[in-house]
T-cell receptor, first 114, second 111 residues
Framework: DAGVTQSPTHLIKTRGQHVTLRCSPI?????VSWYQQVLGQGPQFIFQ???????GRGNFPDRFSARQFPNYSSELNVNALLLGDSALYLC?????????????FGPGTRLTVL | RKEVEQDPGPFNVPEGATVAFNCTYS??????FFWYRQDCRKEPKLLMS???SGNEDGRFTAQLNRASQYISLLIRDSKLSDSATYLC????????????FGRGTSLIVHP
């Protein structure tokens, strides 16, 4: 079975631009979460979506937004990019039931803002 | 106090050694706990869940101490391939979907 997939794998943008990152969860998983990870730190939670509804939002500015589609894939959008947005953006999917909190990560999108 | 704290290390141990990491958390109502492993420039991979009764998987043992608000990960008979960063994750009480990762503990196993 395919795991979580993310695109693109790498991206270089300049300050002020906008970026869209994409994620496809494991087949059968209805929940997708987004994380930002900078070097030397653990992943920081940005959003979680379940059945197309936002379930949780971390402490990120409104420049960050996301959505989930009927096929459970998801997009993360970041507007007005800042140098500090350079990071690895991770998507994680999880299933329902008692394992709903066990998350499986995609390989990430490495974003560099110049 | 940070929500989730881990000693960043690195823990430098020889092959065959036993090593243990702790992860403390501040919210006493936290409900579920996990350990993830992350190799350099790769995504985190779920290592094991941490149950109240403890959890063992081969050379790995995870335990939860609610009274002192920490979880632990014990690795026995360390292998070179165990070298990685180990991240703990703490999930808040039901209704608040904001999991918190620690910054990770770096383990280096040398020959």
């Amino acid at each position: 079975d395919a795991g979580v997939t993310q695109s693109p794998t790498h991206l270089i943008k300049t300050r002020g631009q906008h970026v869209t990152l994409r994620c496809s969860p494991i087949s059968g998983h209805k929940s997708v979460s987004w994380y930002q990870q900078v070097l030397g730190q653990g992943p920081q939670f940005i959003f979680q979506y379940y059945e197309k509804e936002e379930r949780g939002r971390g402490n990120f500015p409104d420049r960050f937004s996301a959505r989930q589609f009927p096929n459970y894939s998801s997009e993360l959008n970041v507007n007005a990019l800042l140098l500090g947005d350079s990071a690895l953006y991770l998507c994680a999917s999880s299933g329902g039931g008692r394992t709903y909190n066990e998350q499986f990560f995609g390989p990430g999108t490495r974003l560099t803002v110049l | 106090r940070k929500e989730v704290e881990q000693d960043p290390g690195p823990f430098n141990v020889p092959e065959g050694a036993t090593v243990a990491f702790n992860c403390t958390y501040s919210n006493s109502a936290s409900q579920s706990f996990f350990w993830y492993r992350q190799d350099c420039r790769k995504e985190p991979k779920l290592l094991m869940s941490v149950y109240s009764s403890g959890n063992e998987d081969g050379r790995f043992t995870a335990q939860l101490n609610r009274a002192s608000q920490y979880i632990s990960l014990l690795i026995r008979d360390s292998k070179l391939s165990d070298s990685a960063t180990y991240l703990c994750v703490v999930n808040p009480p039901g209704g608040s979907y904001i999991p918190t990762f620690g910054r990770g503990t770096s383990l280096i196993v040398h020959p």
